[in-house]
């Protein structure tokens, strides 16, 4: 059984740090591209920032680039999202996303973890 649990979301002022877990489990997580996605009220969901399997590469929103660090570790099947600088803009709902490089129809999704921004 496949599973995708985020974690580590809360509440956090602007300009604070937060760190999002997210575990997989039921499928190769090494091979497979693992992504931050996120979702604020009356938006539509957004790429955050992405980590490839086969050479960790990384890609990140403009957005956050620059503030927001995404890591994986492949002995642990875990990805993290380091939020630093935190902004009002950030807050939202945040998934995980597991993808397979090759094979499109093989996605799995968490089911989101709640970031709040406020003083």
């Known amino acids: 059984e496949v599973q995708v649990v985020e974690s580590g979301g809360g509440l956090v002022q602007p300009g604070g740090s937060l760190i999002l877990s997210c575990a997989a489990s039921?499928?190769?997580?090494?091979?497979?591209?693992m992504a931050w996605y996120r979702q604020a009220p009356g938006k539509e969901r957004e790429l955050v920032a992405e980590?490839?399997?086969?050479?960790?590469?990384?890609n990140y929103a403009t957005s956050v680039k620059g503030r927001f660090t995404i890591s994986r570790d492949n002995a642990k099947n875990t990805v993290y999202l380091q939020m630093d600088n935190v902004e009002s803009s950030d807050a939202a709902v945040y998934y995980c996303?597991?993808?397979?490089?090759?094979?499109?129809?093989?996605?799995?999704w968490g089911q989101g973890t709640q970031v709040t921004v406020s003083s």
């Open positions: 039921g499928f190769t997580f090494s091979a497979y591209a």
């Open positions: 996303r597991a993808a397979h490089p090759f094979v499109r129809a093989a996605q799995y």
């Open positions: 980590i490839l399997g086969n050479d960790g590469r990384t």
